[in-house]
């Protein structure tokens, strides 16, 4: 009896091992960190070429030395690519960039990569610059 016991519980805790280290594994993922792209802002254009992106990942951080915040580009579908600026609309903080949202250390508001918010204390949504694709390339428009 004490075998069979032994048993389960041998097993319970590899099971849980597994699954905790799956779960590990996925929460790591999601914190990896974000290709950034230092481009250069020709008119207010700043060119970000499709090799930015991989197959594995749609986000990346364009950081411009003329801009004040950073702004998170996110790959929609080949067609389709949504700039949203990193600073959070509630005191101003800058945001942090995950695979399915932005989330602000300082009061904890969240948005989705479309810059709406998920959660408050911020109650507006993020600005958004408009994008243009061609030549190989997203443009963003950090006058729009
Ligand atoms: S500054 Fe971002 S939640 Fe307050």
């Known amino acids: ?3 069979r016991r032994d048993f389960i519980k ?9 699954v905790g280290l799956g779960a590990l594994t996925t929460q790591l993922a999601g914190c990896a960190p974000m290709p950034i792209f230092k481009g250069e802002a020709v008119n207010g254009l700043i060119t970000v070429p499709f090799t930015s992106f ?21 790959k929609v579908s080949d067609t389709e690519y949504q700039a949203v600026q990193m600073k959070c609309t509630h005191q101003e903080n800058p945001l942090t960039a ?4 932005l ?3 300082a009061h904890g508001s969240t948005f989705d990569l479309k810059g709406n918010v998920t959660k408050e204390p911020a109650l507006r949504p993020l600005k958004k610059y408009s994008t243009e694709i061609r030549d190989n390339s997203i443009f963003i428009n950090t006058k729009s």
């Not at 041998?10 to 597994?18: P, R, V």
């Not at 995950?98 to 949202?101: D, I, S």
């Open 103 to 105: 989330f602000c250390s």
């Open 98 to 101: 995950t695979q399915t949202g």
């Open 10 to 18: 041998q097993s319970c805790t590899l099971c849980f091992g597994i």
């Open 1 to 3: 009896m004490q075998n």
């Open 54 to 74: 991989t197959e594995t990942n749609k986000i990346v951080i364009v950081r411009n030395a003329q801009l004040d915040w950073d702004i998170v580009l996110v």
